[in-house]
Each structure stands twice: as C-alpha cells, then as structure tokens.
C-alpha cells in the first residue's frame, strides 16, 4: 500500500537556525513527488516537484532533494514567515491522486 | 491567469442534510481533484475528473458525488451528512501535459452539527 510518513510533526526554529523536514514514501511506481506549504485555514502552496532519485530543486531559502525512499526540505537560514505546515505528497499510477503525508508545523521564532 | 477558487468559503449543516460545494479550475487546466482534510492532517483524495468524467476515485462512500462542466468547473455533493464529515474539503486543478502539478483552492470548512 502506497503510504507518506513526515517527521518531526513538529518543529521550532530560531529565525537563522536551519534544519530539515523530512518524508519517507512507499509506492509502487513514482510519478512525482510534491512539497506544498500550508498557512492556517488555507489551500496548500505548491512548492516543487521532484521526479527522480538525486534530483534537487531551489526557491530562495528551500530546496528540495530526493532519493529512492525519502525526501528532504532543507530550510537555511529561516524567517518567521516560514512559519507553516509543510505537506509532502506522492503520485502513483495513472491516476492524479495524490497520496500526502501528515505534514510538519514548521515555527520560526524572531 | 486566475487561480483556484471555490465556494463557499464556510458552511455549517446538520447531521442527515445534504451540501453542494462548487470550485472553479485555473485557465488552462482540464482536470479537477477533491480532497478532504481533517484538522491536523494531511489531504485524502476523494477523487478526481476528467473531461467531465471520474477518473479514479479513494476511499470514500457512495454519498460523495461529483461533477465536472465543460467549462471544467466542478461540484462536490455530499448526501446523508455524518459528524465525521466536518472538514477542510479542497478542489485542486492540473493539466495533463504538464508535470502534473496540482494547485489548490483556498478550501471550503464544513461544519456538521
């Protein structure tokens, strides 16, 4: 069965203190692997898509690197308005559906 | 362009009634996904359309239906509303020649007393 685990659940940051957030997948046959950013109340924010094992992509203070059974989004240097919950999501077969994680509650103190 | 949108924003029912809750796909896109979001967890696909036809669907009961209009606009119908069912419901839109990326709607908060 095709499953998304996310670690911590938490996490608290001092603003310049970087660290990673982490997601381990199982699936038969990856089609993508997505990293959403969720505010309070709202829709998630894509992020990036990754594809294949060794890929890596940027966006200011994140990037997103991925091997064959995990992701991780690595945050260098955060601001508190990296405060969110960051959602990671796999596709698998022919259909969009899209399997997420718990998420992770991202804080960043000042 | 214009992006996801969906209404209403809140909506409360109670136990036994039935809700249509409608979402509006971003130009260009011709796919629409419903998901489910409990408070403090992840999104859980209901399921998804495809030129006006289901295309795959998850774990969910009958009493969730849904639509999609030539203009590619959607609807989510819930018959029989149940206390489990108060939740963050969001409609995602994609195209097919792209990645596949999916970009949500602000969601819509059902509350079912």
């Known amino acids: 069965e095709d499953q998304v685990t996310q670690s911590p659940e938490a996490l608290r940051l001092q603003e310049g203190e970087s660290s990673s957030l982490n997601c381990s997948y199982t699936?038969?046959?990856?089609?993508?692997l997505f990293w959403y950013r969720q505010d309070p109340g709202k829709g998630p924010e894509f992020l990036f898509t990754?594809?294949?094992a060794g890929e890596e992509k940027e966006k200011e203070r994140l990037k997103a690197t991925l091997t064959k059974k995990e992701s991780f989004l690595h945050i260098t240097a955060p601001k508190p308005e990296d405060s969110a919950t960051y959602l990671c999501?796999?596709?698998?077969?022919?259909?969009?559906?899209?399997?997420f994680g718990q998420g992770t509650t991202l804080q960043v103190k000042p | 362009e214009t992006g996801v949108t969906q209404s209403p924003t809140h909506l409360i029912k109670t136990r036994g009634q039935q809700v249509t809750l409608r979402c509006s796909s971003q130009?260009?896109?011709?796919?629409v996904s419903w998901y489910q979001q409990a408070l403090g967890q992840g999104p859980q696909f209901i399921f998804q359309?495809?030129?006006?036809?289901?295309?795959g669907r998850g774990n969910f009961p009958p009493r969730f239906s849904g639509l999609q209009f030539p203009n590619y606009s959607s609807e989510l119908n819930v018959n029989a509303l149940e206390l489990d069912d108060s939740a963050l419901y969001l409609c995602?839109?994609?195209?097919?020649?792209?990645?596949?990326?999916?970009?949500f709607g602000p969601g819509t908060r059902l509350t079912v007393l």
């Open positions: 359309y495809y030129r006006e036809e289901e295309n």
């Open positions: 995602a839109s994609s195209s097919p020649g792209r990645g596949g990326e999916q970009f």
């Open positions: 130009s260009g896109h011709n796919t």
């Open positions: 699936v038969s046959g990856l089609r993508g």
């Open positions: 990754l594809y294949s």
């Open positions: 999501a796999v596709r698998s077969g022919n259909t969009g559906k899209l399997i």
